[in-house]
């Protein structure tokens, strides 16, 4: 099925027709043609434009085209220009050489009705911007006669006489994905109405909202299909129109008939869905990663709108609550947004339609959002973002969006989860630099990533939570040739940390997949039974719901799948611990020049010790229990490695 669209415009009249000049017809069809004309959303065949022509050169113009048209094709005809109505209150369409004199120097509307039906045209809707267009609608149903309001027969034909075609607009097609057909007629008045135009728009009053309405305003959502995600179909599109001009307070009245349709509401518009599969386990060094360490949450898209990066503050307001993962598409996020439907889908389409050329788009854009975060972990109500989003100069056509906060149910709780979060990233990523060269070579970390590694025994496949830089899997890898490991990680730097360390070894490269995120939403991107074991080393107590990231593990373990953890208790002494290690680097006589690092780390763990000292063994445990790990599959392992700062315990799923 192919789109065809005919568009003719009358603004300049004979000295003897009487009628004035007008401003606006021209304008209104090169607008029309300029929004249908985008394959990328519409995929309208190049329109056929008429522009003050002849009534005679119009009908042979329009008889040509119809030959390119086959049955089922859509046929949009429009008109703009000066509508006349004789004696019989027969709608007639004015030319170029129409006047008083020559009765054929005009268009009746009924002649185009016969050439429709003559060639047995199935999908068209004519649209009239014009006065007294409604006339035009002695040879239609007025749309939802007879079982939405009651209509009036004359000469077998029904007008509409009431004002309730406004509601038969909006009546919601219940067939799903078909496409309807039928012939649509939607006038921009009554048929005792005039026309407007707005001159300073510069565009028919009924066609400015017309063409507001194909650019996105008349979407509406489809549930039950792969392929299309949104249609603009003739009732959407005429509800959106009506109510428009009902706001803008129009002194005209729009209308909607229609003949013969078969099924369902007639689609104007398809919009496809988002095509390809998100490999949300890829992952890329970007070295600009320090513009994002403000408190304004702030995210960065490769060039096909795919979240490459983003910064604390919006992982801790948007992305944990909504579970979003990097790779996936930007509109991951924008659709459980609450002004989605009304306000930014119609924005994205038209701003950036699909397949469109991306030069064509705007290098700078800006929208407000709306997120309600009740029913999400965040519970914090609504927040309003001012989104600026600015693509990057570095020739990567990659956007760098900030979302500023211009409003927030709660914002003193808001404004405290977001210290939280920068703080604690900040934290961990300052640890980073240290970690490798302070811990990574104290020989008893090393001992404790030997027996985590050792305990799995000879798997397949196996999950990484809290990978950090990648000790404990770079052991697995060394140790397993065939080993394939998912290596989940919040923190950006220790993640960049563990890629640089295998990046020049292929076969790491190719057994390793990065999942850049925090464990519970990367968790949930993991089909059950999946993996034959998971480590965890000294991560727990770094979790704030332990359970709810057990629980997801015991879910994508296979049967038989073993867990194996170290972890930190209500005991843990770090002080004990960093003396041990400061004694390690003298005897080794290497402690000058790891003295600085040494502060550094130590000072980190002091600001966390709390949070190290959290959780006891015996809550351990019973979180693990609670996950769904039977006690008779939970052993504690060891009760001092690492300076007796953490437990070692293995628990396996039936």
């Not at 409604?134 to 006669?145: D, I, L, Q, V, Y």
């Not at 979060?421 to 001992?447: P, T, V």
């Not at 000790?471 to 890629?499: D, R, T």
Request: proline residues 2%; contains cysteine; charged residues 25%.
């Amino acid at each position: 099925m192919e789109k065809h669209a005919i568009f003719i415009a009358n603004s300049e009249f004979t000295p003897e027709s009487n009628l004035p000049k007008l401003e606006t017809p021209l304008k209104d069809i090169e607008s029309l043609a300029h929004v249908l004309s985008d394959e990328s959303r519409n995929k309208f065949k190049p329109p056929l434009l008429l522009k003050n022509e002849s009534a005679d050169e119009i009908c042979k113009q329009i008889t040509k085209y119809f030959t390119k048209i086959s049955a089922n094709d859509l046929l949009v005809l429009f008109y703009s220009g000066h509508g006349l109505i004789d004696s019989r209150n027969r709608l007639s369409l004015a030319t170029r050489d129409t006047n008083h004199i020559n009765p054929q120097a005009q268009i009746k509307f009924q002649t185009i009705n016969e050439f429709i039906t003559n060639k047995n045209f199935k999908r068209v809707l004519i649209i009239l911007d014009c006065c007294f267009s409604g006339a035009a609608g002695e040879t239609f149903e007025p749309k939802g006669s007879n079982s939405i309001f009651d209509c009036i027969k004359i000469d077998n034909n029904f007008i509409d006489i009431t004002s309730k075609a406004r509601k038969a607009s909006v009546l919601e097609s219940k067939s799903g994905i078909e496409t309807g057909s039928g012939i649509y007629l939607m006038t921009a008045s009554a048929a005792s109405e005039q026309a407007y135009g707005d001159l300073k728009e510069g565009l028919g009053v009924f066609t400015n909202q017309l063409i507001e309405g194909l650019k996105g305003g008349a979407i509406k959502e489809v549930d039950n299909n792969e392929n299309i995600l949104r249609i603009i179909t003739t009732n959407s599109l005429f509800s959106f129109i009506s109510s428009k001009m009902q706001e803008g307070g129009a002194i005209q009245t729009p209308k909607l008939f229609s003949r013969d349709v078969e099924s369902a509401e007639m689609h104007i518009v398809e919009i496809l869905k988002l095509s390809g599969d998100h490999n949300i386990s890829d992952f890329s060094v970007w070295k600009e990663g320090g513009i994002f360490s403000g408190l304004t949450p702030a995210y960065i898209l490769d060039k096909d709108y795919r979240f490459l990066h983003w910064n604390a503050a919006f992982q801790c307001l948007v992305a944990s609550p909504l579970n979003l993962v990097r790779g996936a598409h930007v509109q991951t996020f924008l659709e459980k947004l609450d002004n989605w439907k009304n306000r930014v889908a119609c924005h994205s389409i038209t701003k950036f339609p699909p397949e469109s050329n991306s030069i064509s788009y705007p290098r700078l854009d800006r929208e407000t959002l709306e997120f309600n975060s009740d029913n999400t972990e965040l519970n914090c109500g609504l927040i309003v973002f001012e989104k600026i989003a600015s693509r990057l100069r570095d020739g990567s056509q990659n956007w760098c969006v900030l979302l500023n906060i211009t409003y927030a149910q709660q914002h003193e709780r808001i404004w405290d989860l977001i210290v939280n979060a920068i703080m604690r990233e900040d934290g961990w990523s300052l640890y980073a630099s240290a970690y490798d060269d302070i811990i990574g070579e104290f020989d008893q970390y090393s001992k404790l990533t030997d027996l985590i590694v050792d305990s799995i025994g000879d798997v397949k496949t196996c999950l990484d939570i809290g990978s950090g830089t990648g000790n404990a899997a770079i052991k697995l890898l060394k140790k397993l040739p065939k080993i394939e490991i998912s290596a989940i990680e919040v923190n950006y730097e220790m993640l960049c940390k563990f890629y640089s360390k295998i990046e020049g070894n292929e076969s790491f490269k190719k057994r390793t997949k990065f999942l850049h995120n925090d464990s519970i939403t990367a968790l949930k991107t993991i089909k059950e039974n999946s993996f034959d074991a998971c480590i965890m080393v000294n991560v727990i107590f770094a979790l704030d719901n332990p359970v709810y990231t057990l629980k997801e593990i015991y879910r994508v373990l296979k049967p038989g799948g073993i867990l194996s953890i170290s972890t930190s208790h209500d005991k843990t002494d770090i002080e004990s611990l960093f003396k041990e290690i400061k004694k390690y680097f003298s005897i080794k006589g290497n402690w000058d020049s790891k003295k600085d690092l040494y502060e550094k780390a130590l000072y980190e763990n002091r600001r966390m010790v709390e949070i190290i000292q959290r959780y006891s063994e015996e809550d351990t445990v019973s979180f693990l229990k609670e996950a769904g790990f039977k006690n008779n599959d939970i052993v504690i392992t060891n009760r001092g490695m690492y300076v007796g700062c953490v437990f070692t315990l293995e628990a396996k799923k039936k």
